[in-house]
């Protein structure tokens, strides 16, 4: 792929076509530069212009950006997105996300399910995505054909449940250990760069502590992944300690398992304690702030700032179905309105700062596209080769244009760089994204 750095004059010259803009580009004088090489240099803009196949130019009102991370994301749930928001985490489990996983025994409904979520992820923005299938193998397999055919960048993970979960839709220690190794061999055996295994015990409550021990041992020996859930809801809490009572904590329960380390994704993370922040900041493992799925749910308001304050790393996840939207768009602006109103109902401090016109607890919206992007990829220990456009590493990209045909925002004049950010963030969506690369692979293009 070569990459330019050009002063896009595109306001000055809004007639030109591809080729003659290209033709005044060359007589003034561009050059082949490297991708770290952008600069501000007074009023005028530096744009990248990068080449795939053929030459895309990037105009007036249009950037280029990395590719989004979804951190938390249940792929088989997707039929249920907008669904039973009417009930909390355990009775809308019961109620909707257990009869329907139920259902992924049907590969062909499987396929059909998971080829449109992950076509719609795509559409969305995301270019790396980390999954829960169900605890079907073969139903998993079906999204990680899915994956790899449509290029996408992946963690999949076969669902392990053992214990407190319907007659219709579980599983023995045996068979899940079985059939998690099964999973993980057939997907290694796919020997793709952008798809690897992940492992997913539900959550505490649906796995016993040698479950857990199992799987942690599983995720040594192959030094892959870990996902699971943590502190999303109060009730949730009160469960796991009943069915521990021996631990300190829900955070102690996974450590005492060996599920916490450095390549482990925690989803929601709403009611941590504060020796639980310093645990998971110690084993360096990570949180996936879901925000749209905190407020559905009614689970509460997870506090990012004090995460992030205390080393504890960040990305965003959609949580599909809990959060209704595939797209971390949506959530972005979830994770910017969730954390002003954290302000008004923290503690008296913050509400007093608050109510005076301060807000520490806030996130800006240069945070929240750093969660969504590079934070993301250091949540799921994929920073060396995604998450920003430094030198090396693999090229995840969006082709943002905010005035098209088809866009949902108006532009009336010109705009620097980050403030069509901006307006991407609060009012952009699918539409805005012309183009989707992974590894430098085109996946969309409007």
Same mark, same amino acid.
């Given at each position: 792929?070569?990459?330019?750095?050009?002063?896009?004059?595109?306001?000055?010259?809004?007639?030109?076509?591809?080729?003659?803009?290209?033709?005044?580009?060359?007589?003034?004088?561009?050059?082949?530069?490297?991708?770290?090489?952008?600069?501000?240099?007074?009023?005028?803009?530096?744009?990248?212009?990068?080449?795939?196949?053929?030459?895309?130019?990037?105009?007036?009102?249009?950037?280029?950006?990395?590719?989004?991370?979804?951190?938390?994301?249940?792929?088989?749930?997707?039929?249920?997105?907008?669904?039973?928001?009417?009930?909390?985490?355990?009775?809308?489990?019961?109620?909707?996300?257990?009869?329907?996983?139920?259902?992924?025994?049907?590969?062909?409904?499987?396929?059909?399910?998971?080829?449109?979520?992950?076509?719609?992820?795509?559409?969305?923005?995301?270019?790396?995505?980390?999954?829960?299938?169900?605890?079907?193998?073969?139903?998993?397999?079906?999204?990680?054909?899915?994956?790899?055919?449509?290029?996408?960048?992946?963690?999949?993970?076969?669902?392990?449940?053992?214990?407190?979960?319907?007659?219709?839709?579980?599983?023995?220690?045996?068979?899940?250990?079985?059939?998690?190794?099964?999973?993980?061999?057939?997907?290694?055996?796919?020997?793709?760069?952008?798809?690897?295994?992940?492992?997913?015990?539900?959550?505490?409550?649906?796995?016993?502590?040698?479950?857990?021990?199992?799987?942690?041992?599983?995720?040594?020996?192959?030094?892959?992944?870990?996902?699971?859930?943590?502190?999303?809801?109060?009730?949730?809490?009160?469960?796991?300690?009943?069915?521990?009572?021996?631990?300190?904590?829900?955070?102690?329960?996974?450590?005492?398992?060996?599920?916490?380390?450095?390549?482990?994704?925690?989803?929601?993370?709403?009611?941590?304690?504060?020796?639980?922040?310093?645990?998971?900041?110690?084993?360096?493992?990570?949180?996936?702030?879901?925000?749209?799925?905190?407020?559905?749910?009614?689970?509460?308001?997870?506090?990012?700032?004090?995460?992030?304050?205390?080393?504890?790393?960040?990305?965003?996840?959609?949580?599909?179905?809990?959060?209704?939207?595939?797209?971390?768009?949506?959530?972005?602006?979830?994770?910017?309105? +969730? /954390?002003?109103?954290?302000?008004?109902?923290?503690?008296? !401090?913050? *509400? %007093? #700062?608050?109510?005076?016109?301060? $807000?520490?607890?806030?996130?800006?919206?240069?945070?929240?596209?750093?969660?969504?992007?590079?934070?993301?990829?250091?949540?799921?220990?994929?920073?060396?080769?995604?998450?920003?456009?430094?030198?090396?590493?693999?090229?995840?990209?969006?082709?943002?244009?905010?005035?098209? +045909? /088809?866009?949902?925002?108006?532009?009336?004049?010109?705009? !620097?760089? *980050? %403030? #069509?950010?901006?307006?991407?963030? $609060?009012?952009?969506?699918?539409?805005?994204?012309?183009?989707?690369?992974?590894?430098?692979?085109?996946?969309?293009?409007?």
């Amino acid at each position: 792929m070569t990459v330019y750095i050009t002063c896009l004059l595109t306001s000055c010259f809004p007639s030109l076509d591809t080729r003659r803009l290209k033709e005044v580009f060359l007589k003034l004088g561009i050059k082949e530069m490297d991708l770290n090489d952008g600069k501000q240099n007074g009023s005028q803009s530096y744009y990248i212009i990068a080449k795939y196949n053929e030459d895309f130019l990037i105009f007036f009102s249009e950037f280029l950006m990395p590719g989004l991370v979804d951190t938390h994301i249940h792929a088989c749930q997707y039929p249920n997105a907008g669904l039973g928001y009417d009930r909390p985490l355990l009775g809308w489990l019961e109620e909707y996300t257990f009869p329907l996983e139920a259902k992924y025994s049907d590969l062909k409904f499987a396929k059909k399910v998971y080829d449109s979520v992950v076509r719609k992820t795509l559409d969305c923005g995301t270019t790396t995505a980390c999954y829960f299938s169900t605890i079907h193998t073969n139903g998993s397999m079906v999204l990680v054909e899915s994956i790899i055919e449509q290029g996408q960048r992946a963690l999949v993970g076969k669902v392990n449940m053992n214990t407190n979960h319907p007659d219709y839709y579980g599983e023995t220690t045996e068979s899940s250990l079985k059939e998690t190794q099964n999973f993980i061999d057939l997907l290694l055996n796919k020997k793709n760069d952008l798809v690897k295994p992940v492992i997913t015990p539900r959550f505490a409550i649906t796995c016993d502590m040698k479950l857990m021990k199992e799987l942690a041992s599983l995720a040594k020996k192959y030094d892959i992944h870990i996902q699971t859930h943590i502190s999303e809801n109060i009730k949730e809490i009160s469960f796991v300690k009943e069915l521990f009572p021996d631990q300190e904590s829900y955070g102690s329960v996974y450590d005492s398992a060996g599920l916490l380390t450095n390549k482990t994704i925690l989803a929601h993370g709403v009611h941590l304690s504060d020796e639980e922040i310093k645990l998971l900041a110690d084993r360096k493992s990570a949180i996936s702030h879901c925000p749209l799925s905190n407020s559905h749910l009614k689970s509460g308001i997870c506090n990012v700032r004090k995460l992030l304050q205390n080393g504890v790393k960040v990305g965003l996840g959609t949580d599909i179905s809990g959060g209704c939207s595939p797209s971390i768009i949506q959530v972005m602006q979830g994770a910017l309105a +969730s /954390s002003v109103h954290l302000c008004f109902c923290c503690d008296e !401090e913050s *509400k %007093e #700062l608050a109510y005076e016109g301060e $807000y520490p607890l806030a996130l800006d919206y240069q945070e929240v596209f750093y969660l969504a992007t590079l934070g993301g990829a250091e949540a799921l220990a994929m920073e060396d080769k995604i998450g920003n456009f430094k030198v090396g590493k693999d090229f995840d990209a969006l082709l943002v244009s905010m005035k098209d +045909s /088809s866009s949902p925002v108006d532009i009336h004049m010109p705009y !620097e760089t *980050k %403030e #069509l950010i901006q307006k991407f963030m $609060y009012l952009g969506d699918d539409r805005n994204i012309k183009k989707v690369f992974v590894s430098g692979r085109l996946v969309k293009s409007l």
